[in-house]
Nanobody
Framework: EVQLVESGGGLVQAGGSLRLSCAAS??????????IKWFRQAPGAEREGVAC????????YYSDSVKGRFTISNDNAKNTVYLEIDNLNSEDTAVYYC????????????????WGQGTQVTVSS
């Protein structure tokens, strides 16, 4: 059974930084045969993809709204993907989810069959 477990969320002051982790287990294939994407969902808003990484070569992809402040990285030896968020602002307040799919990153949310339970990030001003 595939499991994705997010951690690292919390209450942070505006301007601060945070690193989220997504620990994966139970994949049918080896970890680097997958892509993992971070999504976030603010209250009353749709879930949006913010960053994705192709684990075979570590190639990152970012949405325009977070480019320059978010950094996605992976540690294949630990089956873990990280999302570092710098210069946090109130618009970053959301539940952050990681999701996985085979092979390549995709912009289509329905293409991600595996999801974590989410971790809350709250930015205070």
């Amino acid at each position: 059974e595939v499991q994705l477990v997010e951690s690292g969320g919390g209450l942070v002051q505006a301007g601060g930084s945070l690193r989220l982790s997504c620990a994966a287990s139970g994949f049918r294939y080896v970890f680097d045969d997958y892509a993992i994407k971070w999504f976030r969902q603010a209250p009353g808003a749709e879930r949006e993809g913010v960053a994705c990484i192709r684990l075979s070569d570590g190639r990152p992809y970012y949405s325009d709204s977070v480019k320059g402040r978010f950094t996605i990285s992976n540690d294949n030896a630990k089956n873990t993907v990280y999302l570092e968020i710098d210069n946090l602002n109130s618009e970053d307040t959301a539940v952050y989810y990681c999701a996985a799919k085979a092979s390549y990153c995709s912009d289509v949310i329905a293409n991600y069959p595996y999801w974590g339970q989410g971790t809350q990030v709250t930015v205070s001003s």
